[in-house]
């Protein structure tokens, strides 16, 4: 059997310290991400964070630099390969329908986001945010 992970995306959005979160349903709970999601046909990785945070949160975004890329087998034994941004903020479109199953996409502080830690989808959550907050970034120029 042949090994193939899914290839996803999320996007770390801070402003003044607070961090563009997404409360969404997943397995009959609510679970905190940052905006994330899969890659789709056609688009580069850079394109796929852009949408998704679009279609997660209303924002729209500039993505500015790579936080890492992330391997990670789920519960359910499936693998995925994460490759998490930074992106500014340049519009938020608050009449905006979000995408099915995201209940609202808060601004949260670190220390929100630590105390809510059993709410979160995976430990890549905080692994990226942290990662951001005490690594380099890389440029966006890693992807080809």
């Known amino acids: 059997m042949r ?3 899914h290839v996803t995306v999320a996007t770390i959005v801070e402003e003044q310290g607070q961090f563009l979160m997404v409360e969404e349903y997943r397995d009959g709970r609510l679970v905190l991400n940052q905006p994330a999601g899969h890659l789709e046909e056609d688009e580069s990785l850079i394109q796929a964070a852009r949408r998704e945070v679009l279609e997660e949160t209303g924002c729209t975004v500039k993505i500015t630099g790579v ?3 992330y391997l990670f087998k789920a519960d359910n034994g499936v693998s995925y ?3 998490c941004f930074v992106g ?5 479109h608050t009449d905006m329908k979000l995408d099915e199953g995201i209940v609202r996409a808060p601004w949260m502080s670190l220390e929100d986001i630590r105390a809510r ?3 979160l989808r995976s430990h890549l959550v905080l692994d990226c945010i942290v990662d951001y907050l005490n690594k ?3 440029s966006l120029d890693l992807f080809r």
């Open 67 to 69: 936080v890492g890329v």
């Open 81 to 83: 390969q994460r490759s």
């Open 88 to 92: 500014q903020l340049l519009q938020q």
């Open 117 to 119: 830690s059993g709410d």
């Open 3 to 5: 090994f193939i992970p």
């Open 136 to 138: 380099p970034h890389y």
